[in-house]
């Protein structure tokens, strides 16, 4: 669903209807430009997994999208600095590349960058998968924070009690003979 959500899937049928930049947008008719550019500005997506260029260092990769929506590169890598601290990655770390990281590690910088740009609309896959306590309450904050600025989060979460703090809505998908995947959504009151 969050691949169908962030037009990497695209249903057979339907419609997907995002607003960008004012407009009101079917992600199953839009032009690959036009995804392109509402990914960069409109929907943000963290996944499970971090997908980096190697041998890139930590801080520019979490900088990266703000720098490409216009934020000057000094202030998206202070931005960063505050991102990765709050996610408790070392200060060592940042001038090397997050292939080398523990699996958490990966997760925390894939959240940072996730969060470095205010995106109306979140895609969060499994965002506290991997994480210990302090950092799972961490993303809490985030996404509490992204809900706060009017945010739409669109999640799969397995840990049930961050769903319970985080979602609004509670939607459970999956075939009847499989396990149900638990789908959270959260929006910000006004857009509830």
Not at 18 to 38: Q, R
Not at 95 to 104: C, E, Q, R
Not at 159 to 177: M, T, Y
């Amino acid at each position: 669903m969050l691949r169908s959500l962030y037009a990497n899937y695209k249903p057979d049928a339907g419609k997907i209807l995002v607003e960008h930049m004012g407009e009101t947008v079917d992600l199953l008719a839009a032009e690959p430009w036009e995804v392109v550019e509402i990914r960069r500005r409109t929907i943000g997506y963290v996944s499970q997994f971090l997908r980096v260029i190697p041998r890139v260092m930590t801080l520019d990769i979490v900088a990266e999208p703000a720098v490409v929506n216009g934020v000057p590169s000094e202030e998206a890598h202070a931005a960063a600095r505050i991102l990765l601290s709050r996610l408790r990655i070392p200060e060592r770390l940042w001038s090397l590349a997050p292939a080398t990281f523990s699996g958490g590690e990966q997760q925390r910088v894939n959240i940072a960058r996730g969060f470095i740009v205010a995106y109306p609309v979140l895609l969060l896959d499994e965002p506290t998968a991997s994480l210990d306590a302090a950092n799972r309450q961490t993303v809490v904050e985030l996404i509490n924070e992204a809900k706060a600025r009017g945010a739409a989060i669109v999640g799969i979460f397995h840990d049930k009690e961050v769903r319970e703090v985080v979602a609004n809505r509670l939607f459970e998908i999956g075939k009847p003979s499989n396990a149900k995947v638990p789908v959270a959504v959260s929006v910000a009151e006004a857009y509830a």
